[in-house]
């Protein structure tokens, strides 16, 4: 009979990766980005270990959105006070916020626990094409569509 192996966190080998998200969608991107955080890629997958590898985004600012979604897509934040409620377009945080908004979207597809936060700090995101991760040799990693 054969046992499920289970990953321990001193096994775990992590690997960097490099997306490109110069004309992707914000969905797809987001979900590869998660599926390789979470570990989601590798056989020894373990759910409650945090296997994941790292992630750099670059061009995050060149990003889209599909139909009339930068219109109508809404970002609430509240500042906890009476009327602090701020509401944001997908185009305003496109425009100011690329790497805030490209982290949100993250962040949407792991899990809202305290493995997802420790998975949550291996995304490293940047508006522009530079990053200053070259010293970890980053593989470059292909969004499907």
Wanted: charged share 25%; glycine share 8%.
């Amino acid at each position: 009979m054969r046992q499920t192996t289970m990953a321990k966190p001193a096994d775990v080998k992590r690997t960097w990766y490099v997306v490109d998200g110069e004309g992707q969608t914000l969905g797809r991107l987001a979900t590869t980005c998660a599926h390789v955080l979470r570990g989601k890629h590798k056989v020894t997958y373990t759910p409650n270990v945090d296997c994941g590898d790292y992630v750099i985004v670059v061009n995050a600012d060149k990003v889209d959105m599909t139909g009339n979604k930068l219109n109508t897509e809404k970002y609430y934040n509240h500042s906890g006070y009476f009327g602090g409620l701020r509401v944001r377009t997908a185009k305003e945080m496109k425009e100011k916020y690329p790497v805030e908004w490209v982290e949100r979207a993250i962040k949407g597809m792991l899990p809202h626990t305290k493995l997802g936060d420790k998975q949550r700090t291996h995304v490293f995101v940047y508006a522009g094409s530079e990053h200053p991760h070259a010293a970890q040799q980053p593989v470059e990693l292909k969004v499907k569509g």
